[in-house]
C-alpha cells in the first residue's frame, strides 16, 4: 500500500476512487492554471531539473539524499504517478469517462517521435483548456491534436503500447486529482523514469503488483527481457528461466504482453512490515 492510497484511497488502490477524477477545470482555477502552465513551461522545468539533479549527484551522500527527499515530497503535492497495469486502466476508464489523445510533452522537448500515446483523462471534456495549453505545439501524429477516443478505442492503443514496450502509468495534476495516463519508456524520452530510475530521486510510486514467472511455463526466449522498460528481468545462468528482479519490477505488467505462453502474471506486492507507511523513497 502506497501512502496515496493511505491519504486519497481509503486504503485502496488511490486512483480507482472516483473522486480522483471528479472535479471541475471551469471552477477550479489552481488546477486550471496548473495543467496549463505544466505543458506550457515543461521545457524550461526540464532543463532546470535537469541541471540540478546532476549538480545535486556531485554532493556528498547526507546531502544528496536529503536533496532528493525534498524533491520527492514537493513533487506530490503537484504532480507525481504511478505506474498501472492495462487492467486497472481499464477500470479507470469507467471512472473518466473522457479520454483524448494529446501530444506527449517529454518525446516534444527530446525530439523523440510521438505516436500519440498520452492521453488526457477526466470526467468531462477540457479541450478548451488543452487548446491553451498546448497551443504551441504541432498538431498532433496521424490525427487532430485532440482526438478523443471511446473506452475500446483508448484500450486498443494501450495495448499497441505494450507491443512496443511502453508502461502505463498515471499522474496527478495538483495531488490527488489524475489527469493524465501517459504511456511512455526511458528510449522514448520519458522524463519521470529517467528522474525516478536514472537520477534515483522518485517522482512516481512502484506498483501495486509485482510479475512472476511460471518457470514451468517459461522456454527462457528472453522475449520478456527486451520488452521490460526498468530492466528487471533477465535469463537464470542455470535453468536458463525468466528471472524477475523484485526491487528493480515496478509492476506495470508490459512483460506479460511479451510472453505467447503466458509464463507472467502479476501478483500482489508483499506489504511492508504492519505500522510502516510506504513512501515513494522506499517504493522506488
Known amino acids: 500500500m502506497c501512502q496515496f492510497c493511505v491519504q486519497h484511497g481509503d486504503g485502496k488502490a488511490w486512483y480507482l476512487e472516483a473522486s480522483t477524477y471528479a472535479y471541475d477545470l471551469?471552477?477550479?482555477l489552481k488546477r486550471r492554471d496548473y495543467l496549463v502552465d505544466f505543458v506550457q513551461d515543461f521545457g524550461?522545468?526540464?532543463?532546470?531539473?535537469?541541471?540540478?539533479?546532476?549538480r545535486l549527484e556531485r554532493l556528498p551522500?547526507?546531502?544528496r539524499d536529503l536533496g532528493r527527499s525534498i524533491a520527492t515530497r514537493n513533487m506530490k503535492v503537484s504532480h507525481f504517478g504511478q505506474p498501472v497495469p492495462i487492467e486497472e486502466c481499464e477500470q479507470i476508464f469507467d471512472l473518466a469517462t473522457s479520454v483524448v489523445r494529446i501530444p506527449c510533452p517529454c518525446r516534444y522537448e527530446s525530439g523523440s517521435k510521438d505516436e500519440g500515446y498520452c492521453l488526457a483523462i477526466t470526467t468531462k471534456p477540457i479541450d478548451r483548456y488543452l487548446d491553451e495549453a498546448f497551443k504551441d505545439y504541432e498538431v498532433g501524429p496521424d490525427t487532430t491534436k485532440f482526438q478523443r477516443l471511446t473506452k475500446a478505442e483508448a484500450l486498443a492503443l494501450l495495448r499497441r503500447a505494450e507491443d512496443e514496450g511502453l508502461m502505463h502509468s498515471?499522474?496527478?495534476?495538483?495531488?490527488?486529482?489524475?489527469?493524465?495516463?501517459?504511456?511512455?519508456?526511458?528510449?522514448a524520452g520519458c522524463m519521470a523514469m529517467r528522474i525516478t530510475v536514472e537520477h534515483e530521486t522518485p517522482i512516481m510510486f512502484k506498483g501495486?503488483?509485482?510479475?512472476?514467472?511460471?518457470?514451468?511455463?517459461?522456454?527462457?526466449?528472453?522475449?520478456?527481457?527486451?520488452?521490460?522498460?526498468?530492466?528487471?528481468?533477465?535469463?537464470?545462468?542455470?535453468h536458463k528461466r525468466a528471472i524477475v528482479d523484485a526491487e528493480k519490477c515496478y509492476g506495470c505488467g508490459v512483460c506479460r504482453s511479451a510472453c505467447e505462453y503466458d509464463a507472467l502474471a502479476l501478483q500482489d506486492?508483499?506489504?511492508?512490515?504492519?505500522?510502516?507507511?510506504?513512501?515513494?523513497?522506499a517504493t522506488a
Do not use: M, Q, Y
Open 61 to 63: 551522500a547526507p546531502l
Open 44 to 54: 524550461k522545468n526540464r532543463e532546470f531539473a535537469l541541471t540540478n539533479l546532476k
Open 170 to 187: 498515471v499522474w496527478t495534476f495538483v495531488t490527488p486529482f489524475v489527469g493524465a495516463i501517459c504511456n511512455c519508456s526511458l528510449e
Open 269 to 281: 506486492r508483499p506489504a511492508p512490515a504492519p505500522g510502516i507507511l510506504t513512501s515513494a523513497r
Open 26 to 28: 471551469d471552477s477550479d
Open 208 to 238: 501495486h503488483h509485482i510479475a512472476h514467472a511460471d518457470l514451468d511455463a517459461c522456454t527462457g526466449c528472453a522475449e520478456c527481457v527486451e520488452r521490460c522498460p526498468f530492466e528487471a528481468i533477465a535469463i537464470g545462468p542455470g
